[in-house]
């Protein structure tokens, strides 16, 4: 087992974070569907149609949680192989994920406080956004394209996490007014969306910037 350095246990407890409030809640959603008990809170969408709910779950919570360690570079200089095979294996994981998530946006009926005509056509534009950040990350790894890919794996795993930084988003709106319903709910879902991304061009940007420096260095090691 690689030793990790200090960014990367930073990026691994960070993400663990993120990730753990919605991928326990996914856990339980499963949980109380497969066993009949009454864990999460009565939510009659899923009640009358499970299987999209838990195609997303088993979709989203392993591409949020596995997806993490595809991001630490001591893991995929030691064990090259595993990337590779993870990586297939969470291309298909986030599909799943964005295509539920697609079908449940268009065909469950919310009502307009869970969901505002807004967070309608943002999560359209998140769902299949996140499906052509993994299908161009894909392809660029085919052919050998390797800043590319990373940079489209990114951006989809910041598409993919967004239900983490909405729970964080939504936390000074709950102490302060109260549960956001309605364009309010719909803004601050939006906004944490637009934050992932952020972030994510901004580790993309830095990331192309040490590419060069690292080159050089490796250059002049072998002198």
Request: proline letters at 6%.
């Amino acid at each position: 087992m690689p030793r990790l350095n200090k960014s990367e246990w930073a990026i691994l407890a960070g993400l663990l974070f993120l990730s753990l409030v919605p991928c326990l809640g996914g856990l339980f959603r499963v949980i109380e569907l497969i066993v009949g008990l009454e864990v999460m809170p009565e939510n009659p969408r899923v009640r009358s149609a499970p299987v999209p709910v838990v195609i997303h779950l088993v979709g989203s919570i392993p591409y949020c949680i596995l997806g993490i360690l595809q991001f630490l570079p001591s893991l995929r200089r030691a064990y090259p192989k595993w990337h590779r095979m993870s990586g297939r294996f969470l291309v298909v994981a986030g599909m799943l994920a964005a295509l539920s998530g697609l079908w449940m946006t268009h065909v469950y009926d919310f009502p307009v406080t869970l969901q505002g005509p807004l967070l309608y056509w943002v999560r359209f534009a998140v769902g299949f956004g996140m499906i052509g950040a993994l299908c161009l990350g894909l392809s660029a790894v085919l052919k050998r394209r390797i800043e590319e890919h990373k940079a489209w794996m990114i951006r989809a795993y910041a598409l993919g996490q967004g239900a983490g930084t909405q729970v964080i988003t939504a936390i000074p709106w709950l102490i302060m007014v109260g549960e956001p319903s309605g364009l309010t709910r719909d803004i601050l879902m939006t906004v944490s969306w637009v934050i992932n991304l952020l972030i994510a061009e901004a580790v993309i940007r830095r990331s192309r910037k040490l590419v060069p420096a690292y080159r050089a260095n490796s250059a002049l090691s072998v002198f």
